[in-house]
């Protein structure tokens, strides 16, 4: 019986090492394709008590101490005053971990309880009311970046919910400006799976703290849109990894964006353009794209 449970804690603990291998390096590809640090950096890492951002703040502090560029994090809880928030648990999780940290008291809960009528959509108000506190915040305390604990699957989620509700091809970028052209927003958890950090927070055993005033709300369309395409990754595996590699490789000719092609004034040229008109694209042509360096994540890590 003790071989069997050594032989089942070594498999335990070689899948976590390799999850947390894969996780780390994630992280530091992404910020090092989109540059979303830079050495002086002082980054503000919006922390909401949920799995997503605990492990971005955990992972970022954990790429820090190895990366050869000097940054700063602060973490920032934004307390919107919800009943039953248990105001206690990210101060004492925070100063545990000796992160530098601030807690930010504002009721936006109360304005979204008056305003939004009871059974409607809580999520977009509430979003903007937050975010525009954090904006805020970051200025006060000089944050040169702040980043946010969005991953993989919210950006693929985030495509389809423009594209069926708002019909637009837009998604959520890894790194932009902000809507007030004061902050430089990142998102660090880009290229990592939703999946991969449910694991990674039941073994790091993070104080979950559940939103009690959208997390109810279980018929968003954008809970919808994510049990679609979790159905989807369990039935095609695979086709999710290539919807999120699809949004780094688009090709503008060939899709219906008048401002992004020049359509009107497109002339021939008697020159053969392999990028050019081939009707149907076949099998080898929907080859997915070869996986990228690492040379940028070794740099950034500094291993």
């Excluded at 679609?228 to 780094?248: C, E, H, Q, S």
Aim: charged share 25%.
């Amino acid at each position: 019986m003790s071989a069997v449970l050594d032989k089942d804690e070594t498999k335990a603990a070689f899948e976590v090492n390799k999850l947390s291998k894969r996780l780390h390096r994630q992280v530091s590809q992404a910020i090092a394709d989109f540059n979303m640090i830079e050495d002086g950096d002082k980054v503000m890492v919006c922390v909401s008590g949920g799995k997503d951002s605990y492990a971005l703040l955990d992972i970022l502090t954990n790429l820090q101490q190895r990366s050869p560029m000097r940054f700063e994090l602060v973490a920032v809880n934004l307390d919107q005053k919800q009943p039953g928030f248990p105001d206690h648990v990210l101060p004492e999780y925070l100063a545990a971990r000796g992160v530098p940290f601030h807690i930010e008291n504002q009721d936006t809960y109360s304005i979204v309880k008056r305003l939004i009528p009871e059974g409607k959509t809580m999520c977009s108000l509430c979003s903007r009311l937050r975010r525009g506190i954090l904006y805020r915040v970051a200025g006060e305390l000089g944050a040169t970046k702040v980043a946010l604990g969005h991953h993989r699957d919210d950006m693929i989620q985030t495509l389809f919910m423009n594209m069926f509700f708002g019909s637009r091809m837009k998604g959520m970028p890894p790194k932009l400006v902000s809507d007030d052209g004061k902050n430089i927003v990142i998102r660090p958890l880009a290229y990592v799976a939703e999946t991969d950090l449910e694991r990674w927070a039941a073994h790091r055993e993070f104080p979950i703290i559940p939103c009690t005033l959208c997390g109810s709300q279980d018929k968003l369309q954008r809970v919808q849109i994510k049990e679609m395409l979790r159905d989807w990754d369990k039935r095609f595996p695979g086709r999710i990894d290539n919807l999120f590699t699809a949004m780094g490789n688009i090709t503008p000719s060939h899709m219906m964006d008048r401002n992004l092609y020049p359509f009107s004034t497109l002339k021939t040229t008697g020159v053969p353009d392999a990028g050019g008109d081939v009707a149907f694209d076949d099998e080898e042509i929907c080859a997915p794209p070869a996986v990228p360096g690492i040379e940028t994540v070794i740099k950034f890590q500094g291993s």
